[in-house]
């Protein structure tokens, strides 16, 4: 019986434990949220918009061949992907990420943000998604 309680015991401490280290990485704070939109503003809504409403036509190539800046909004595709990959695009690129000769617009701003600034627009970008795009991206995270 004393078994039976110390393991439940343990259990329980070890599931709370993992549900405060999901909660806490999950969810940035406040400050780091409002870092991050002074940065979304300053760095990317010239290309991405004000509202995270990507460039009109976005899914259609442009003259040059290369695809508007896309929405990092619910209706975008940035949802989609997971942390590694979009911190990575932010920092070194799209074209670098994707490679084989893909061209894009949108480029590296490892000279010009710190990787915590880069962290900070991501949580910020994040942080106005729908729960259900939230989730699934956390999802797609973990198993990355």
């Known amino acids: 019986m004393i078994g039976l309680v110390v393991g439940g015991v343990i259990l329980a401490v070890f599931a709370g434990w993992r549900y405060a280290g999901t909660a806490s990485t999950a969810l940035a704070s406040a400050d780091i ?81 710190s990787d915590a600034d880069i962290r900070a627009v991501l949580d910020y970008i994040k942080s106005t998604w729908p729960e259900r795009e939230r989730r699934y991206q956390e999802r797609v995270s973990e198993a990355n």
């Open 33 to 113: 949220i409002a870092q991050g939109r002074q940065i979304y503003a300053d760095q990317c809504a010239a290309c991405h918009g004000a509202e995270l409403e990507g460039q009109p036509g976005w899914r259609s190539p442009l003259p040059s061949g290369r695809l508007p800046a896309p929405p990092h909004d619910a209706s975008g595709h940035t949802w989609h992907h997971p942390d590694d990959v979009l911190f990575r695009i932010v920092r070194e690129g799209t074209a670098a990420v994707v490679g084989g000769g893909y061209e894009s617009d949108m480029p590296g701003f490892a000279d010009v943000l």
